[in-house]
């Protein structure tokens, strides 16, 4: 069974950083497209980055320059390292699968809440 | 870029047909995706290049897409079907890939 669990969000500072993990089972993160997808209190969807297969990462303008996806191969793992966070940034953090780089998210984890406030 | 459109809420009363739009600039040529989501919950997706279901989501569900408008059906809606719902693009114009939600349509069933 496919399973993706978040977890360390939490309350920080504005300007401050957090890192957020995605455990995987199920299957491998390595071979696949893997995203984060971030929805803001009460608001909708907005993809923030991808790491693709063979590696090479993506991210939304808005979160460009701060924020970093990687993954940990053998704990099957993947992370979002977020720097310089702004209020903006608050909201449900996702890790989502891409099944196929140019169609749709097949598998979400629950979400972790990033709060981003002083 | 590419920008999607949603009403947003529809309104529906138990056992009629729901319909939710999702608006771009020559939507037809892409393929739509559709996420169901309920408070609290992580989005299910419900209908995957523009029409087929994944397995597990009822056939009361549907999807097309055409000119500049997707839509979702859903039949016969269900006190269970009250959620938001999401469509979703793949943009490739901008210079990085860019995976495009529209903003969201709440259903609510009367």
């Not at chain 1, 500072?13 to 995605?22: E, V």
């Not at chain 1, 909201?91 to 780089?101: G, T």
Request: hydrophobic fraction near 30%.
């Amino acid at each position: 069974e496919v399973q993706l669990v978040e977890s360390g969000g939490g309350l920080v500072q504005p300007g401050g950083s957090l890192r957020l993990s995605c455990a995987a089972s199920g299957f491998t993160v390595s071979s696949n497209y893997m995203s984060w997808v971030r929805q803001a209190p009460g608001k909708g969807l907005e993809w923030v980055s991808v790491i693709y297969s063979g590696g090479s990462t993506y991210y939304a303008d808005s979160v460009k320059g701060r924020f970093t996806i990687s993954r940990d191969n053998s704990k099957n793992t993947l992370y979002l390292q977020m720097n310089s966070l702004r209020a903006e940034d608050t909201a449900v953090y996702y890790c989502a699968r891409n099944l196929i780089l140019t169609g749709y998210f097949d598998y979400w984890g629950q979400g972790t809440l990033v709060t981003v406030s002083s | 870029s590419y920008v999607l459109t949603q009403p947003p809420s529809v309104s529906v009363a138990p056992g009629k047909t729901a319909r939710i739009t999702c608006g771009g600039n020559n939507i037809g040529s892409k393929s739509v995706h559709w996420y169901q989501q309920k408070p609290g919950q992580a989005p299910v997706l419900v209908i995957y290049y523009d029409s087929d279901r994944p397995s597990g989501i009822p056939e009361r569900f549907s999807g097309s897409n055409s000119g500049n408008t997707a839509t979702l059906t859903i039949s016969r809606v269900e006190a269970g079907d009250e959620a938001d719902y999401y469509c979703q693009v793949w943009d490739s114009s901008s210079d990085h890939p860019n995976w495009v939600f529209g903003g969201g349509t709440k259903l609510t069933v009367l």
